[in-house]
């Protein structure tokens, strides 16, 4: 059966390799297993100054590991301390710690005093340091009267503190009653010593309750001085002066400090104004990373000082009027401190050794030697040791040079002792390092490998890897004295198994360890910089790619800390999210993936912006009439910067709650000079804008009233026009209560004839903005003027401007009124202009009033309504469009004004030449037979002239919808019923008809019809019934009527969609030559116009045609037209469509398709 080698795991991460490294160098090969016989060694004890609470029992520690366990035994302030006669006094068991039970009965100042320690077996005595008891203090301060203390403004001053001397020292600080601390400045601080130092004082400086606390911190007490009174007297002015120090004294002082300890130096300065202080080395430069500043600059630390710290400081104070300084020599002295500590020393029989005890310190310590606890000038002699100053020599040792060593390092500053032990033992190597222990190390870091041995003589340590492996040398790896294997950068192919090989004279002891190399854990997507608005929304993605072997725990962490507890905080997956954003939310979010092996974070910054929270603090300052000051403490701008400010203003008196703009200034100004109006109380608030919006406005500022004065304004839009013939109304824009500039405003209203000698009449008038003047002469001019005026004074002059009295109706009709006739349907008139006196108002235009009295052809015509054109402005001429053709006509012409129509000129008769007529008004086919058609028709109702002839033209469409020759016909004028004949029976005509007079052809209008069927092929048919009504043939009737229904369905979707189709092109073929409008081009004919042939004519139905009336060539322009009363050219409406109907075109301007075939048409054809 195998063997299973059950594997213990030790994984080392990243973070542990430098204190692996460091603790390997510690170690040493020495470290002697309990298990083997040596000298004790001192692993616990109480510190060198040892200060007890004296409420509480005593206890001294002493603790020490040896083999055959140690015994203790203790001295006190140099002799023998025999615990045994002291009841109060116990030592632990198995240990050297004393325990004094003071609070039974007893005090802790009978048991101070220096202790020492000693642990001893049968290889040696180890001994403690001495332990120097002592019991905390906490003394009262002694009881004084202290005088209360008065100043003048300005002079300098300091609080003595003078705490009692307690053990430890005391922690000062000031408070009032209220245990409230006192607030310290560059001007008030604390020194050192616990003073209260004043560089000068102040009137708020007044109190009766300035109080130095001691905090000793060991027994949790607080001792309080008595309260110090305080009273500033304020002086008219206080004198300034330069600087003095008020700590420390002089130009030179001197400070030592011991080495590894914080330097502290202190120059505190009054005067007025209040000192700056600054810090500087001679011959030197402070140290950039130990150096920090206390108390407002006045005390400069150094930390961790050396010998190279020492040497001369310098603080300097000034002011604006003038600076002082003072040099502080400093020496850094040095208590013992450590080069090469002794360290324990493991022998075999017959081998050498040293030991080594090296210190340095300022004074240089003196080095002493103890052999187990006793100097060794009078210790036992021993052949095998030899003393060279701070170095033992050891040589061929046996077991009889067991001992304890002691190093004494000693200067005026403290000691150094040190217990180092030679122990002389034969043994085996053995190896300590647990067998098969399983290393797991990421992927290009380094691998440590353990293996603790112990030999003596000291054992040689080789690795090797694999089974068959060859010792490992340190081309590749690294082998270190206590036995570690270190692989620098650990590959894929480092995995496996290494044997460690410990061998010496005595014997061999090996073991094996197992190494598996990981994938480093890697963030792959990285949150991200984000700035986001309060109240939305972000998310963070952090994506983790690892070794398949470890799980990772990702945490989030915001500031380095956790997340808060706040459901607005949510974890998907790879996500954070964040809902609702809020100022707080905002700063560093880390996403950490930690394994058993290493730990990987990135980390993104959240910015939350939003409006700035709005100014306060606002104040008016430099108040005067005309102008003020504004100044605002500008609120948080929520991490957007601020771009500008807007300032509004509200008038309390005039406009309560109604907020105006006054000014912007940019967002670094907090002050902004606004200009004022007079006579307003003033109150101004201001809003912040940034990049994401405008704050709310701030809290109103004080109300400001400013003085009143006289208007700066004059009331506008004046007019002055008269709404009677004998009145003049004055009208203005009133000002409003802001710029009226004081109380009792007022207007005092002048007028005078424009164009008389008359002195100005004025009324003065409050409260309206309307001012009728009566018993004026009707429409004169006038000029006017309306000025402001309040309680203080008048506004500026005004500006006259010219109005005019009121209008009365003009008193004379236009002369000589001449028209001439353009056309048919167009009449020019001319006249002459009214005079201006007699219009009486301002001229609007001329009105001409037209009408038709009778028709040429017809004599006893009634009247038609009036119609009415308007030609604004002192125009004398325009043109009449839209008349009837072959009319008579009558005209007058009337002035306008703002009051009404003058009276109406003569009238003038005019009468229009013919026209072409429109189209008949109904064309009818009645009594169709085999050969013959008739039409019966009304005549035109404009026939614009004498009717000359009618003209009728037809041709025949055959049963594919070709046209046949067209047929032109001639008819009286008087006729209004003609028969075709000899026309082929059952065919289908299309008629074309219009009427003429001399001036030339008129609309015409379009019908269809059919001749009858002829009845020899009816009877026909009526022979056939037998077969028509057998079942094949009525199946075979029906396919086809499908068929043809199909064809008339794709027919009419493609006519629809503005295709052509041969029926179409059939009749383009066959159509009158006379008709068909020739192309431009290439001289064929037309095609059909969709457009205009889309659908079958039905009867009755009217094509256009081109016989229309074409405008006559005239010089007149569009603006010769007038206009109708109302913007129309006459009373209907429209002047052409009282005269225009619907026109169908001849055959020449195309041919409309024939009226789609029946189903009878269709079964004939098909016969």
């Not at 001691?214 to 330069?242: C, G």
């Not at 026909?1020 to 043809?1044: K, P, Y």
Request: hydrophobic share 35%; charged share 20%; aromatic share 8%.
């Amino acid at each position: 059966m195998p063997l299973k080698i059950m594997l213990k795991k030790k994984q080392l991460s990243a973070g542990r390799v430098p204190l692996l490294l460091f603790l390997c160098r510690m170690i040493s090969a020495l470290e002697v297993p309990l298990d083997l016989v040596q000298p004790p060694t001192i692993t616990q004890q109480s510190p060198k100054d040892y200060i007890i609470d004296p409420r509480e029992n005593i206890v001294i520690q002493c603790e020490a590991k040896g083999k055959p366990p140690p015994s203790f035994s203790w001295t006190r302030n140099g002799t023998h301390f025999d615990i045994d006669k002291d009841p109060l006094v116990t030592m632990k068991h198995g240990s050297g710690t004393l325990i004094i039970n003071i609070m039974a009965e007893g005090k802790a100042e009978t048991y101070e005093g220096v202790y020492q320690c000693t642990a001893r077996n049968e290889r040696g005595a180890a001994i403690s340091n001495n332990i120097v008891v002592r019991p905390s203090r906490s003394p009262l301060w002694t009881k004084e009267r202290l005088e209360p203390i008065i100043l003048r403004n300005g002079q300098s001053l300091v609080l003595p503190c003078r705490p009692p001397i307690g053990l430890p020292p005391a922690i000062i600080f000031w408070m009032d009653n209220s245990f409230q601390r006192l607030p310290q400045s560059e001007r008030v601080s604390q020194g050192l010593n616990g003073d209260l130092y004043f560089s000068n004082v102040l009137p708020e400086d007044t109190r009766e309750d300035y109080i130095c606390y001691a905090r000793f911190n060991h027994t949790q007490t607080i001792q309080q001085k008595q309260p110090i009174s305080l009273k500033v007297i304020s002086a008219k002015s206080s004198k300034e002066r330069p600087p003095t120090f008020l700590t420390p004294e002089g130009s030179e002082s001197l400070k030592e400090e011991l080495r590894g300890n914080t330097l502290s130096l202190e120059c505190i300065a009054e005067g007025l104004p209040t000192p700056v202080i600054y810090w500087i080395k001679e011959d030197g430069t402070l140290p950039i990373n130990r150096t920090f500043y206390r108390n407002f600059k006045k005390t400069l630390q150094i930390t961790h000082v050396s010998e190279a710290d020492s040497g001369n400081y310098q603080c300097i104070a000034k002011n604006t009027l003038g600076a002082i300084h003072h040099t502080i020599s400093v020496t850094v002295k040095a208590a013992p401190y450590w080069i090469v500590a002794p360290k324990n020393l493991v022998l075999s029989p017959g081998e050498n050794g040293t030991l080594i005890c090296r210190a340095n310190g300022n004074p240089k310590p003196r080095i002493g030697w103890l052999t187990n606890g006793v100097p060794i000038e009078i210790a036992p002699d021993d052949p095998s040791r030899k003393i060279d100053g701070d170095t033992i020599i050891f040589s061929n040792v046996q077991e009889r040079s067991s001992a304890v060593y002691q190093c004494n390092a000693s200067n005026e500053y403290g000691y150094l002792l040190a217990n180092a032990f030679v122990n002389v033992l034969a043994e085996p190597p053995r190896i300590l390092t647990s067998a098969n222990t399983l290393y797991q190390v990421i992927a290009n870091r380094a691998a440590l490998l353990d293996c603790a041995f112990f030999g003596s003589p000291l054992p040689t340590i080789e690795w090797f890897k694999g089974t068959k492996g060859s010792a490992l040398h340190e081309d590749i790896y690294v082998l270190h004295d206590n036995g570690t294997l270190e692989i620098p950068v650990a590959q894929k192919d480092s995995t496996g198994t290494y044997t460690c090989v410990a061998r010496n004279k005595l014997g061999m002891a090996k073991n094996e360890v197992h190494l598996e190399i990981k994938d480093p854990t890697r963030i792959i997507k990285q949150p991200e910089y984000a700035v986001v608005q309060r109240g939305s929304k972000v998310s963070f993605e952090c994506k983790v790619k690892h070794d398949q072997t470890l799980i990772p725990t990702i945490m989030w962490l915001k500031d380095n800390g956790e997340l808060p507890n706040d459901e607005r905080f949510s974890i998907d997956k790879d996500h954070l999210v964040v809902t609702d954003v809020s100022d707080d939310d905002g700063g560093t979010y880390t996403c950490a993936a930690n394994t058993t092996l290493d730990s990987v974070s990135a980390s993104a910054v959240l910015r939350v912006v939003d409006v700035p929270n709005p100014p306060f603090d606002l104040e008016l300052t430099n108040q005067l009439d005309k102008s003020v000051q504004l100044t605002w403490t500008p609120g948080d701008d929520n991490n957007s910067p601020i771009t500008k400010f807007i300032i509004e203003y509200e008038d309390a008196m005039h406009e309560a709650g109604l907020w105006h703009h006054q000014a912007e200034v940019s967002g670094t100004q907090t002050t902004a000079q606004l200009k004022l109006s007079p006579y307003v109380n003033y109150s101004f608030r201001v809003m912040a804008e940034n990049r994401i919006g405008r704050s709310v406005p701030s809290e109103a500022s004080e109300q400001y009233l400013t003085k009143a004065a006289e208007p700066d304004l004059n009331p506008t839009a004046v007019e002055g026009l008269g709404t009677e013939p004998d009145n003049l109304v004055i009208t203005w824009k009133p000002l409003n209560g802001f710029e009226s500039n004081g109380p009792g405003l007022q207007y005092k209203v002048s007028w005078r004839q424009k164009d008389g000698d008359d002195e100005w009449t004025s009324v003065v008038v409050a409260n309206v903005s309307k001012y009728i003047v009566s018993g004026t002469p009707t429409f004169v001019p006038y000029l006017i003027k309306v000025q402001a005026l309040n309680d203080v004074g008048f506004a500026p002059e005004p500006a006259a401007v010219m109005g005019h009295s009121g209008e009365d109706l003009p008193m004379a009709a236009p002369g000589n009124v001449r028209v001439g006739v353009v056309n048919s349907t167009l009449a020019e008139v001319h006249w002459d202009p009214v005079p201006l006196k007699s219009i009486r108002g301002h001229l609007q235009g001329y009105r001409i009033y037209y009408w038709k009295t009778q028709s040429s052809s017809k004599r006893h015509r009634r009247h038609i309504e009036k119609k009415i054109l308007t030609f604004q402005g002192s125009k004398t001429h325009g043109m009449l469009p839209g008349l009837q053709p072959y009319s008579h006509y009558a005209l007058n012409v009337r002035v306008v004004n703002g009051k009404g129509e003058g009276p109406a000129s003569a009238d003038r008769g005019f009468h229009t030449p013919e026209g072409v007529p429109s189209a008949p008004s109904s064309l009818k086919i009645v009594n169709p037979t085999l050969d013959s058609l008739t039409l019966e028709w009304d005549p035109p109702s404009h026939p614009n002239g004498i009717l000359t002839e009618y003209v009728l033209k037809y041709q025949p469409i055959n049963s594919s919808h070709e046209l046949g020759p067209l047929v032109d016909l001639k008819i009286p004028a008087n006729k209004t019923r003609w028969t075709l004949k000899n026309l082929n029976f059952s065919t289908r005509y299309k008629f074309y008809f219009y009427a003429q007079t001399s001036v030339g052809s008129g609309s015409q209008i379009t019908e269809e019809a059919i001749t009858t069927v002829d009845e020899g092929k009816m009877a026909m048919a009526s022979r056939q019934v037998d077969i028509a009504t057998q079942g094949w043939f009525i199946g075979l009737m029906c396919a086809v009527a499908l068929l043809i229904l199909i064809l008339l369905i794709v027919c009419f979707i493609r006519r629809n969609k503005g295709g052509k189709y041969p029926v179409k092109e059939k009749e383009d073929a066959h159509a009158d030559p006379e008709i068909q409008p020739m192309k431009e081009d290439d001289g064929t004919f037309g095609e059909y116009s969709d457009a205009e042939d889309h659908k079958p004519l039905k009867k009755g139905s009217r094509t256009p045609s081109d016989r229309t009336v074409k405008k006559e060539d005239s010089d007149d322009s569009l603006v010769d037209y007038g206009e109708g009363v109302n913007g129309q050219f006459n009373e209907d409406g429209s002047f052409i469509g009282q005269y225009s109907g619907k026109k169908e075109k001849e055959p020449a301007e195309g041919n409309e398709s024939s009226e789609a075939p029946s189903p009878v048409n269709a079964m004939n054809s098909f016969v």
